[in-house]
Nanobody, 124 residues
């Protein structure tokens, strides 16, 4: 059984930083990539970024490119999302996800496992 647990969300002022963590357990060896998505009230869940199993490849949405960085520590089975220069528009529930398929990592429909989400609120 796979479990993904996010942590690190909170309230921060615009321009500030937060680091989210996603701890994975279970059959993590089957993961092709891990991703971060977010969902604001009244909006669809959107892709934020993803990282390959080895960590050698990363992918970002245009809206966060240059501000957010994804990394991973395979020894700890943990993926991180470092968020800098945060904006009120970044306010959302952030979800960690894992996919076993070697396909588009920006499509939420191709992810097999999801965490429970962590709230990020950026005040102006």
């Amino acid at each position: 059984q796979v479990q993904l647990v996010e942590s690190g969300g909170g309230l921060v002022q615009a321009g500030g930083s937060l680091r989210l963590s996603c701890a994975a357990s279970g059959r993590t060896g089957s993961f092709y990539a891990m991703g971060w998505f977010r969902q604001a009230p009244g909006k669809e869940r959107e892709f934020v970024g993803a990282i390959s199993r080895s960590g050698g490849s990363t992918y970002y949405a245009e809206s966060v490119k240059g501000r957010f960085t994804i990394s991973r520590d395979n020894a700890k089975n943990t993926v991180y999302l470092q968020m800098n220069s945060l904006k009120p528009a970044d306010t959302a529930v952030y979800y960690c996800a894992a996919t076993t398929r070697s396909a588009r990592v920006d499509s939420r429909y191709l992810y097999d496992y999801w965490g429970q989400g962590t709230q990020v609120t950026v005040s102006s």
